[in-house]
């Protein structure tokens, strides 16, 4: 099985209301398209671990980490940040959410899989160092990506984001790190509305218009984070795999398909064999509209399955 799948049933519980679009109906809707498509068995099953204190503030202030513990609530919700709540069950989401990018990193660095997709909620992309952002609380991705750093001492890391929305997180986190290389394509002008002029020199943004669609998307893929991926010869490559750019999404208006996204898999599978060992750990991000984000992650992984 050289594909891991990585989730936790509290990712679940993380309620933030039922006319929320981040919501639990995501992952339900992801795991019932892999077990009609035949690839749910072919999978190596985790649950996500816990991350540790020691993890999270690799990437995370420590005021921050202590103001998400002291406002996780017993019961209703509480806002972070006016696009972000947490329930009851949200901060141990988040926890299992970060620690399984750390648990991906440890079974492709022991050579268990050769990739990995962390099927969790909530997602990390928009959160910052200091505070939570579009619906992330903890930035999952960058998590894994200091784990790999840390831990396994490795001097070059890709993170390939191509969620509607730029990663803005993840490159306030990185900004100073030469280790690590960030890619992001997205829709622009778009939320988190990104300066282009402010992007730190390790980060390669990718603004998309509106109605880019496949060929749109696919041209930049070639002409812009190919090349910048080949120059940079990642020793292990991250994706923020999110999936509302889909042309059934109302989140973004990119209109993409699962040929789109599985496309791209392949692309990146070609880097991470040449460069990179064929590591890859690939965090689910955004993507709201249940029927096409199971599609299009069953397509993902369909690709990384081989």
């Given amino acids: ?30 795991e019932d398209r892999l077990i009609a498509a035949g690839l749910m068995d072919l999978l190596r099953h985790h649950e996500a671990p816990l991350v540790t204190r020691e993890q999270l503030l690799r990437v995370h202030v420590e005021s921050y980490v202590d103001r998400v513990e002291s406002e996780a609530p017993g019961e209703g919700l509480v806002m972070l940040d006016p696009d972000t709540a947490m329930g009851p069950h949200t901060l141990e989401a988040a926890r299992r959410a970060a620690g399984a990018a750390v648990l991906a990193v440890d079974l492709v660095m022991a050579g268990k899989v050769e990739n990995a997709f962390c099927g969790v909620r909530p997602p990390g992309h928009h959160a910052e160092a200091d505070r939570a952002m579009g619906f992330c609380i903890f930035n999952n991705v960058a998590v894994g990506a200091a784990h790999a750093l840390a831990h396994y001492g490795l001097e070059r890391v890709a993170i390939v984001d191509f969620d509607v929305h730029h990663g803005n997180g993840t490159e306030n986190i990185f900004r100073r790190e030469p280790r690590v290389r960030f890619i992001s394509l997205f829709q622009h002008p778009w939320y988190p509305y990104v300066d282009l002029d402010q992007c730190p020199a390790n980060t390669l943004a990718v603004p998309l218009k509106a109605s880019s669609g496949g060929s749109g998307f696919r041209e930049a893929v070639d002409k812009l984070a190919l090349p910048a991926l080949d120059a940079f010869a990642p020793e292990m490559l991250f994706i923020s795999a999110g999936f509302d750019g889909h042309r059934e999404e109302d989140m973004g208006q990119l209109g993409l398909v699962e040929e789109d996204y599985a496309w791209l898999t392949r692309q990146l599978m070609t880097i991470a064999a040449r460069h ?10 955004g993507g709201y509209e249940p029927s096409p984000l199971g599609r299009s992650v069953t397509e993902h992984i369909r690709v990384l399955l081989g």
């Fill in 1 to 30: 099985m050289r594909t891991a799948y990585i989730s936790h049933p509290t990712c679940l519980r993380h309620e933030v209301g039922s006319h929320h679009p981040e919501n639990p109906s995501r992952l339900h809707a992801v």
């Fill in 276 to 285: 990179a060992g064929n590591r890859i750990v690939s965090v689910l991000e």
